[in-house]
């Protein structure tokens, strides 16, 4: 279940997600108002927290799920990061990475160098994703501050490895080491994680050392799974919700009968629902903090490390022409 926050612009999509606590980091709020839904969404009315179809296989994420994501990771994106974003799907959260990096630079006065990988395994998919980029802000793609890959996310991308930031927009059954292993020492990995009682979790990953890695759970989420195929692992971005209410086993929150998922906020019960939604969220929090929990993976690693790809887990990418 999303938010149900519905807004006419991009700018009163933000402020909500401000009032309910989800926006805490004004960088977060500025890139999403400069990086309208409409031109990734093709919903009527792209400024609803929710969900939306793009492709038979791929979507756009909820805007609470977009801005959870940042909130997780904006801090530590520099002018200089490498991210890729594995799933790219809309292109939205990639071109959000990229604006981040050119506004940390503009802060510190330095020119940016940092490049976001956009990987996405289905073609119709990638070009959408290209064309979205290309009206927000064509800059992105010519300048190649994005580079848009077509290929199997299974085993990300060694070709511009090591990575600051790994975002995965599909929920993955495990924790994914082949992505740990293609992090920088402090890296971070964001990922929807399902739990061995089917319940998903935004998770993020922090590669201490070569060997060890904290893992905090962020919230509660809903993600299309990633597919499994004999040669890949794919997901479809971005189908996803954030459900700050699940834990509380309190899917009624907007008013409380069966139809509570389609339910958008209106004049009359706006106040009462925010201030449900606050609560909600605020008890989430509080049973997720403290939270962190330290893995030893080096055995993996050695493993993993030992062992070259080969067969049905080589990679493939494509550079996308133009990209």
């Given at each position: 279940?999303s938010l149900?926050l519905?807004?006419?612009?991009?700018?009163?999509?933000v402020?909500q997600?401000?009032?309910?606590?989800?926006?805490?980091?004004?960088?977060v709020?500025d890139v999403m108002?400069?990086?309208?839904?409409?031109?990734?969404?093709?919903?009527?009315?792209?400024?609803?927290?929710?969900?939306?179809r793009?492709?038979?296989?791929?979507?756009?994420?909820?805007?609470?799920v977009h801005a959870?994501?940042?909130?997780?990771?904006?801090?530590?994106i520099?002018?200089?990061?490498i991210?890729?974003?594995l799933?790219?799907?809309?292109?939205?959260l990639?071109a959000?990475?990229?604006?981040?990096?050119e506004m940390?630079?503009?802060e510190?006065?330095?020119?940016?160098?940092?490049?976001v990988?956009?990987?996405?395994?289905?073609?119709?998919?990638l070009r959408?994703a290209?064309?979205n980029i290309?009206k927000d802000?064509?800059?992105?793609?010519?300048?190649?501050?994005?580079?848009?890959?077509?290929?199997?996310?299974?085993?990300?991308?060694?070709?511009?490895?090591?990575?600051?930031?790994i975002y995965v927009?599909?929920?993955?059954?495990?924790?994914p080491?082949e992505l740990l292993?293609?992090?920088?020492i402090n890296g971070?990995?964001?990922?929807?994680v399902?739990?061995?009682?089917?319940?998903?979790?935004l998770?993020?990953?922090?590669?201490?050392?070569?060997g060890?890695?904290?893992?905090?759970v962020i919230?509660?989420?809903?993600?299309?799974?990633m597919?499994i195929?004999?040669q890949?692992?794919v997901?479809?971005e971005?189908?996803?919700?954030?459900d700050?209410?699940?834990?509380?086993?309190?899917?009624?929150?907007?008013?409380?009968?069966?139809?509570?998922?389609?339910?958008?906020?209106?004049?009359?019960?706006e106040?009462?629902?925010?201030?449900g939604?606050?609560?909600?969220i605020?008890e989430?929090?509080?049973?997720?903090?403290?939270n962190?929990?330290?893995?030893?993976?080096?055995d993996?690693?050695?493993?993993?490390?030992?062992?070259?790809?080969?067969g049905?887990?080589?990679?493939h990418?494509?550079?996308?022409?133009?990209?």
């Open positions: 279940m149900k519905e807004a006419d612009s991009m700018a009163g999509l402020k997600l401000q009032v309910c606590g989800i926006i805490k980091n004004k960088k709020a108002k400069l990086t309208d839904r409409k031109l990734y969404c093709p919903a009527p009315n792209p400024y609803v927290d929710k969900p939306e793009i492709a038979e296989c791929s979507g756009i994420s909820a805007p609470d959870l994501a940042l909130e997780a990771l904006a801090e530590f520099k002018p200089d990061s991210i890729m974003d799933g790219a799907g809309s292109g939205y990639t959000c990475f990229a604006k981040l990096i940390k630079a503009k510190l006065k330095v020119k940016p160098s940092g490049r990988i956009g990987i996405d395994i289905q073609d119709n998919v959408l290209q064309d290309r802000d064509a800059n992105l793609i010519k300048k190649r501050r994005i580079i848009m890959l077509e290929g199997d996310g299974k085993y990300g991308c060694e070709e511009f490895a090591p990575y600051d930031i927009g599909a929920a993955v059954p495990e924790t080491v292993l293609q992090l920088k971070h990995l964001l990922t929807p399902i739990a061995d009682d089917g319940k998903q979790y998770m993020q990953f922090i590669k201490k050392t070569s060890e890695v904290v893992k905090k919230s509660p989420v809903e993600f299309d799974p597919i195929t004999d890949s692992m997901g479809a971005d189908v996803a919700s954030h700050p209410n699940e834990i509380l086993n309190d899917d009624k929150i907007m008013n409380g009968d069966e139809d509570a998922d389609e339910v958008v906020m209106n004049d009359a019960d106040e009462d629902t925010m201030t939604i606050i609560e909600g605020k989430t929090k509080k049973m997720l903090a403290n962190e929990e330290v893995l030893n993976i080096k993996e690693l050695s493993k993993r490390e030992q062992t070259p790809l080969s049905e887990n080589e990679k990418y494509n550079l996308r022409a133009g990209a």
